[in-house]
């Protein structure tokens, strides 16, 4: 099937689109497969952290790509379809709410990444992050802080991730009536509060975090994060 055609750039994103000039600076110094990696889902309440990572080539362009939080779901997701059919690789990984709760977000992180990274098909000779913290490990990555708005691998990761997670909350949305998950993709706002105070924690929400320590609903105790977990040394070094 053809990708969906992305609907006209709106005026106010026409300013905001991320380049290639980190891309072609590692390029020109002989780096052929750059890998651009973003995460959604770390500050929702339900649901997985989600990683997203791509491959973008030299010589197509795919244009309308911007930071995932400037475009509507229907831009996303007509992106999603442009973006996975044009890119040398993508792939997103995966670390589940019960490991959210285990093993702290950190680290949650680091592993989703290398799932992703381990699912690309290929090896990046470089990995460009988005923000400041390194969570992949390993002398070949770069953090760009804001990379998502000015790095067209990041934006790209961004748009795979944001689509792909929230693909999911909406297929969960029906095991689960009453939360809005569809609409609110397992993050905080008021109709959440209230479904979380009414009928308690579902088998997907996060059961480390302090929200619930608020709830009257006290069915389920909130869980503690492992302080150190034999595996966290496999997902920090390089590849």
Same mark, same amino acid.
């Given at each position: 099937?053809?990708?969906?055609?992305?609907?006209?750039?709106?005026?106010?994103?026409?300013?905001?689109?991320?380049?290639?000039?980190?891309?072609?600076?590692?390029?020109?110094?002989?780096?052929?497969? *750059?890998?651009?990696?973003?995460?959604?889902? @770390?500050?929702?309440?339900?649901?997985?952290?989600?990683?997203?990572?791509?491959? *973008?080539? /030299?010589?197509?362009?795919?244009?309308?790509? @911007?930071?995932?939080?400037?475009?509507?779901?229907?831009?996303?997701?007509?992106?999603?379809? /442009?973006?996975?059919?044009?890119?040398?690789?993508? &792939?997103?990984?995966? &670390?589940?709410?019960?490991?959210?709760?285990?093993?702290?977000?950190?680290?949650?992180?680091?592993?989703?990444?290398?799932?992703?990274?381990?699912?690309? =098909?290929? $090896?990046?000779?470089?990995?460009?992050?988005?923000?400041?913290?390194?969570? *992949?490990?390993?002398?070949?990555?770069?953090?760009?802080?804001?990379?998502?708005?000015?790095?067209?691998?990041?934006?790209?990761?961004?748009? *795979?991730?944001?689509?792909?997670?929230?693909?999911?909350?909406?297929?969960?949305?029906?095991?689960?009536?009453?939360?809005?998950?569809?609409?609110?993709?397992?993050?905080?706002?008021?109709?959440? @509060?209230?479904?979380? &105070?009414?009928?308690?924690?579902?088998?997907?929400?996060?059961?480390?975090?302090?929200?619930?320590?608020?709830?009257?609903?006290?069915?389920?105790?909130? $869980?503690?994060?492992?302080?150190?977990?034999?595996?966290?040394?496999?997902? =920090?070094?390089?590849?």
């Amino acid at each position: 099937m053809a990708p969906s055609s992305a609907p006209p750039l709106r005026k106010a994103l026409k300013r905001h689109a991320p380049s290639l000039a980190v891309e072609r600076e590692l390029w020109a110094a002989g780096h052929d497969l *750059v890998a651009g990696l973003d995460e959604v889902g @770390r500050g929702a309440w339900a649901g997985p952290l989600v990683i997203g990572a791509v491959v *973008v080539p /030299r010589e197509r362009r795919v244009y309308k790509i @911007r930071d995932s939080k400037l475009l509507t779901e229907r831009e996303r997701e007509a992106l999603f379809d /442009r973006i996975t059919s044009w890119a040398v690789a993508w &792939a997103v990984g995966v &670390a589940s709410q019960q490991e959210c709760d285990q093993l702290g977000m950190s680290a949650a992180q680091r592993l989703a990444a290398r799932r992703a990274l381990d699912r690309l =098909g290929v $090896v990046p000779d470089q990995i460009l992050l988005d923000g400041k913290w390194d969570f *992949v490990g390993g002398p070949n990555t770069h953090r760009i802080v804001k990379g998502d708005a000015t790095c067209l691998s990041i934006a790209a990761a961004s748009i *795979v991730a944001k689509v792909w997670r929230d693909r999911l909350m909406r297929s969960l949305a029906a095991s689960f009536p009453g939360y809005d998950f569809d609409s609110n993709k397992g993050y905080p706002c008021p109709r959440h @509060r209230m479904a979380l &105070a009414g009928m308690g924690p579902t088998s997907i929400h996060r059961r480390s975090w302090a929200f619930m320590d608020s709830l009257p609903w006290t069915g389920v105790a909130r $869980v503690r994060p492992t302080v150190h977990h034999p595996q966290l040394s496999l997902f =920090g070094g390089s590849r």
